[in-house]
């Protein structure tokens, strides 16, 4: 397994955590050294079928969601990427209710304050 694909998946997903997946070599290893429960298709056996029948159709609509959410931010930079994830996240899972997500939003800012100083924000020398 790639090592940055390793790096990334241990912190990102917990142990004993179930993945889905088609039987891509990278995902066995993952399941492997992540101790994953693993639930695999093979990709030939899916070509065809009807979304409604193909099991990996809600991996798959996910992907595209993310894909069309990341094209209209196109203009971002990689460094942000994170950022963009997050708000992808916050928009497509629950709660469903908006106002619930505001809140999170709002209470997230909150919870995290951040000094941003007048000289450092407009970049003014200080250096007098």
């Known amino acids: 397994m790639q090592k940055t694909l390793k790096l990334t998946a241990v912190n990102r997903i917990a142990q004993n ?3 889905i997946h088609d039987k891509e070599a990278a995902h066995r ?3 492997k050294e992540l101790s994953l429960n693993s639930v695999s ?3 030939k ?3 065809g079928l009807l979304d409604e029948d193909n099991p990996l159709y809600p991996v798959n609509r996910a992907h595209a969601i993310m894909k069309m959410f990341l094209n209209a931010h196109s203009g971002f930079k990689r460094d942000d990427l994170q950022g963009y994830l997050n708000l ?3 928009v497509t899972n629950p709660p469903d209710e908006m106002l619930e997500k505001v809140e999170l939003v709002i ?3 909150f919870n995290n304050p951040k000094t941003l100083r007048y000289r ?3 970049g003014l020398n200080t250096d007098f």
Request: aromatic share 20%; charged share 20%.
């Open 88 to 90: 992808f996240s916050l």
């Open 120 to 122: 450092d924000f407009y």
């Open 29 to 31: 290893k993952l399941v």
């Open 17 to 19: 955590s179930t993945l």
């Open 41 to 43: 298709y093979a990709s």
């Open 45 to 47: 056996d899916l070509k």
């Open 107 to 109: 209470n997230l800012a």
